[in-house]
């Protein structure tokens, strides 16, 4: 009885901790941007980081210096692919909320989802095998959802933590530990990947974290994965959305009340140059017309949705380029084509609202056709403009952080 009432007693003492936790946090640096890192690429690979812990990146001010940004350069690095890593997080969320967290991202979409609750819940000292039953019960329902890969995010070493620096970190750990076994053995059970965190190294009195921290752990973690990784396919079917998805994601960021925007037209501005093209425009497309929400040569006006370019650019894989549009039976009796403007070439690459519906296009158009072989550099600058892009329409959300 004596040793229940200790135990008890420990955990009641580690529940405590958790208060500690957020005492210490608050004071810390966390990133306030788009929850959102990319590197610019072809044949991009789409990650989603979802839960608590390593996730929401704590120490440092922005996405890009965090776990995000560093998984991405280095899942880059290793693919030669280009790579997209969204984030949802919460500082304290345990598994149960990961799960909602994760429905509302839509996982399916997704060529990797890694997912991370083990330190939140070790804290709340959970009982292990409920906890195990709920993770497995989560990796099968991601994995069920059409998403690529799935791993689950093991906890680092508790005494890396600073409020568990102390005597007492010896009992959390030892949860921990508890806790990291059941969830790999949820991981075999379940098909997904167990990726136990490893300590990073730090200097002494270092801050709780640092970039170098999530370099070192983006490193492992796309080590780990790498197997998996390279030469993974890229699935058409997670790029698909519908007239109606499109309208909704519209009218959830009120795009039909900014048709102008600075920071977008200076994104439309360097295409136009970059490209050599007479027209750039970023434009959004609902279900009977597109039109631009930044322009540069060409006034702003609406187009029908049946002829619109940049509709067949949403559904590509990887965007489009029309070296000449004459030659094309698509465009060939389009009114762009045959009409005043007599256009000849075209290159975009799909814009997505924050919540992954296909809204737009960045796009040039030229009155000129040109060589097949520029269309590769042609997307290349068209990716990464489309992704800018992107990270602008966060302003629009009104979700956004």
């Keep these: 009885m004596e040793d229940v009432r200790l135990g ?3 955990r009641l003492a580690a529940r405590l901790r958790l208060l500690r936790v957020g005492g210490v946090r608050q004071t810390l640096v966390r990133p306030a941007d788009s929850p959102q890192a990319f590197v610019a690429g072809r044949q991009s690979l789409r990650v989603l980081l ?3 812990g390593p996730v929401s990146g704590w120490g440092v001010g922005s996405h890009d210096l965090a776990l995000p940004g560093a998984l991405a350069r280095a899942i880059a690095a290793t693919t030669g692919r280009g790579v997209v890593v ?11 909320r990961v799960a909602g967290m994760v429905r509302g991202a839509g996982a399916g979409r997704y060529d990797l989802v890694i997912l991370s609750a083990t330190v939140a819940d070790t804290v709340r000292m959970v009982e292990p095998r409920r906890w195990g039953a ?7 329902e991601v994995r069920g959802s059409g998403a690529g890969l799935v791993a689950w995010l093991g906890a680092q070493p508790i005494r890396s933590l600073p409020p568990f620096d102390d005597d007492f970190r010896d009992f959390v750990r030892q949860h921990a530990e508890r806790l990291n076994r059941v969830a790999e053995r949820a991981c075999a059970d379940t098909g997904a990947i167990f990726l136990p965190l490893p300590e990073s190294p730090k200097p002494e009195g270092g801050r709780h974290r640092s970039p170098a921290d999530y370099l070192f752990w983006a490193r492992w973690i796309t080590d780990e994965l790498a197997p998996s990784l390279i030469g993974h396919p890229v699935e ?3 790029h698909t959305s519908t007239a109606e998805d499109r309208v909704a994601a519209i009218s959830r960021l009120r795009l039909g009340e900014h048709r102008q925007d600075g920071r977008l037209e200076g994104l439309v501005g360097t295409a136009q140059r970059t490209l050599g093209a007479e027209i750039a425009m970023f434009t959004v497309l609902d279900d009977r017309t597109e039109w631009p929400i930044a322009a540069v040569g060409a006034s702003p006006r609406e187009i029908p949705i049946e002829q619109s370019a940049c509709l067949h650019t949403l559904q590509s894989p990887d965007g489009m380029v029309v070296p000449d549009a004459e030659n094309d039976p ?3 009796a389009s009114e762009l084509v045959t009409g005043p403007a007599h256009l000849r070439f075209y290159a975009g690459y799909p814009v997505e609202a924050p919540d992954g519906t296909r809204i737009g296009a960045m796009c040039v158009f030229g009155r000129a056709p040109r060589e097949p072989a520029e269309s590769d550099s042609d997307l290349d600058v068209l990716r990464e403009l489309a992704l800018l892009a992107q990270r602008e329409l966060w302003r629009f959300d009104p979700a956004a952080p």
């Design 86 to 96: 969204d984030v949802v997080t919460h500082e304290t969320a345990g598994v149960h």
């Design 50 to 52: 979802a839960g608590s």
């Design 8 to 10: 008890a007693s420990r």
């Design 134 to 140: 709920h993770v497995a019960a989560l990796l099968r």
């Design 330 to 332: 698509r465009f060939a």
């Design 236 to 238: 058409a079917g997670h």
